[in-house]
Structure formats: C-alpha cells, structure tokens
C-alpha cells in the first residue's frame, strides 16, 4: 500500500507495469489533475481500479468539514492513518482560492498566544499528507480555480524541512500551482530561510514577527531567543539577495502587548530595509492564552502610523473565526474520552 500523492510518475508506472503503457498516464491524470480516487476512475476497466483503490490509499480521512457563516471558508478536520489529527483550511475569493495547510501535527515552538503551540508536538506529517490536503482542497474548490497555497496551518513548516520541501516541489510540477504562488511562513528559523534561499524554486517568504525589539519577542515566541532579531534579519536580507521574492512580516496584534506607536515604529525600522510588507491582524482568541486582540480602533491607528513611517501594510480580514479556522486557532482536538460519569435521563 502507498500513498498515491508520495509517488513520483516513475514508481506508477512500476505499479502499472503489467498494464499497457497509456494506463500510467491516464491514472496520473486522473489523480493529480482531477484529485480523483481510483474508485471514481471510470475509465479504466473494473478490476484495475479496484487493485488501484485497494494499493493507494488515501492519507486523509475527513472527519468533519465546517463552513463559516458566509460560506466562504471551509475548514477539515482530518484523521491520518495512526489516528492524529490535523486540519485544512480553504477560503474562496470571488475568483479563486487559497488554502492554507498543515506541515505538523502540533508544533514544538511553543508560541504561547497559538492553539496549535499550545497543544505541543505531535509529529512530522509526510509529504502525502501535505499533498493530499492541496489535493482535496483544489477539487473542493472547483469551479475556481485554487491559486494559492499557504504553509500556514499547524506546525512550522521549516521544522519538517525535508517533506514540507518534497511537497511544494510536488505541488509545483505535478499540480502546476507555481512557486510563486506558495508561501512558506515560519516563526523565525533562520537554518530553514538559508536552505530555503538556496532552493532553485522561489517560494515567498513570510516571517511571523509579532514583536520588533528582542525583549518583548524573546516573551511571546521563544525561539527569539535562540534566533535574536539581528540573526534573523540577516538571514530574511540573505533570502531577498538570493531570490527576488517578496517578503512578509505577519503582525498578531495583541491589545496593550504590541500595538504601540513605538512598536510600529521599531517594526517599520525593521521592515523598511528590506522593502517588506506587513500582514496584520488582530490576535484571535485562544484557550491557553490571556491576551486579547487590539480593538479595531487601535487596529486602524497602527496602520495608520505604519502608513505615516512609509510601510506597506494589509489588515487581513479575520476568517473563519466563528469555525475556529481563523490564524492560531487550529488545534484538531481529538475525540472527547466517551464519558464515564453518570448520564443524566432525560
Ligand atoms: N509556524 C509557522 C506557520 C504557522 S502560520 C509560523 O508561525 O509562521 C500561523 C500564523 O498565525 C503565524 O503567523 C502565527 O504567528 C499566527 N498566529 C498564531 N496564533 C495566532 C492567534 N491566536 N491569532 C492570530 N494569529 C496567530
Ligand atoms: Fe508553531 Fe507557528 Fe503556532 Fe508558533 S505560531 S506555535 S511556530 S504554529
């Protein structure tokens, strides 16, 4: 048994060697360009796709799917094989898609204000497992057309580096969304953007930077202080140099922890250099931490004084937050233990 979207062209064709030789590319397309299970390939004859269904097996099974109230995002819950759990998210745009996926089951870097953070980590997801979200997401996504994908869903991508890299080289060539519609956002793993700026595929970059001054990120995202702002702004200079992409500095402001006109301006001193633009969003909430999104009063004065110190900045729109799809909030609980405690009758 495989898992149809680890395999390259090659390995198909030694699963199909017995079949004529056209076969490897129908079911190649068939997989890869319609996301289809070999069951749903009615073109082949009956006995082949029933040996096909039963050699490849899905790496995602749905668990639930949550639509938010506009029906503009959808997020997955989906179980692996082992039984962990992740989650997907899809937002569709008037005229095409993005979808933000997962590269870890939980995540070690303990940023205290992320859901996933706060669950701890679980393990690193395969590159079936990565694929397979894009793959279900583009055919879910239909008639539009997904143009987008986004490692910003649980874990750091950069701490899988290997895989999170064999999928987007898969999602590139084999799904034909190119490099310069994939985002790879990290938290700030300097090893992982010098690797990264030495890939021939140039994938945008997105730092999560939510403070500008090493005393206050060192306190809500750890690994500042194994990579102190200096070395990481080295490295994203590093990056630009080498690639050309455009660089993002994602912001989650929190009310009264970075939402002041000096943190604006000791963002602005960082992303001004290197010509970055800056995502900000108002925190959303999570279960393990205190803090609270900026109003959005406080959220439009921060761009405003961003604007006044020349930065380009976006306040993203905070989606799917009424599914629990919204930034940090994606945690993939597992079952609730089946209760023990009397029923009470109804
Ligand atoms: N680990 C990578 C990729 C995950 S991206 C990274 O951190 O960059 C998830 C994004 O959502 C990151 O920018 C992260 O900082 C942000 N985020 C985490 N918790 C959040 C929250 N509660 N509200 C808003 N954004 C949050
Ligand atoms: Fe991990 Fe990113 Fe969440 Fe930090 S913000 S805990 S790096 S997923």
Redesign the pocket.
């Known amino acids: 048994m495989r898992a149809a979207f680890e395999m390259s062209r090659e390995d198909l064709a030694e699963l199909l060697a017995d079949e004529p030789r056209y076969r490897t590319d129908q079911v190649w397309r068939g997989l890869w360009e319609r996301g289809a299970r070999p069951a749903d390939m009615t073109d082949l004859p009956k006995p082949l796709r029933d040996r096909l269904e039963a050699a490849l097996v899905p790496a995602l099974q749905e668990v639930t799917r949550s639509v938010s109230s506009d029906g503009q995002t959808t997020k997955w819950l989906w179980q692996l094989a082992d039984g962990r759990r992740i989650e997907t998210v899809l937002m569709l745009y008037p005229d095409r898609a993005t979808v933000c996926v997962s590269s870890q089951a939980g ?1 070690a ?3 205290s204000f ?1 859901a ?2 706060q669950g701890g980590f679980d393990r690193q997801l395969s590159v079936g497992e990565i694929v397979e979200q894009v793959v279900n997401a583009r055919r879910e996504a239909l008639p539009r057309r997904l143009g987008n994908v986004v490692f910003m869903g ?3 991508p950069m701490a899988n580096y290997e895989r999170m890299w064999s999928a987007v080289q898969h999602i590139h060539s084999d799904l034909g969304i190119s490099a310069r519609h994939i985002t790879v ?1 990290t ?1 700030g793993v300097v090893p992982g953007i010098r690797r990264l700026a030495k890939e021939v595929l140039p994938v945008n970059l997105a730092v ?1 930077l939510h403070a500008a001054r090493d005393e206050l990120r060192d306190e809500i ?1 750890p ?1 500042n202080r194994r990579y102190p702002l200096s070395v990481l702004m080295g490295a994203c200079a590093d990056y630009l140099v080498a690639k050309g992409r455009r660089l993002s500095f994602e912001w989650a402001l929190i009310d009264g922890v970075n939402d002041s006109p000096r943190d604006a301006a000791e963002l602005a001193e960082l992303a001004l250099p290197l010509g970055a633009h800056v995502n900000v969003i108002p925190l959303n909430p999570t279960q393990g931490y205190a803090g609270r999104g900026t109003p959005a009063a406080g959220v439009a004065a921060f761009r405003e004084w961003l604007d006044e110190h020349g930065v380009n900045a976006t306040v993203r729109a905070n989606r799917g937050n009424d599914i629990d799809a919204a930034c ?1 909030q994606l945690v993939a609980r597992r079952p609730p233990a089946p209760k023990t405690s009397r029923q009470v009758p109804h």
């Open positions: 995540c870097m303990g940023c992320c996933t953070g649980m874990g750091e956002s938290v999560s995202v690994l940090g």
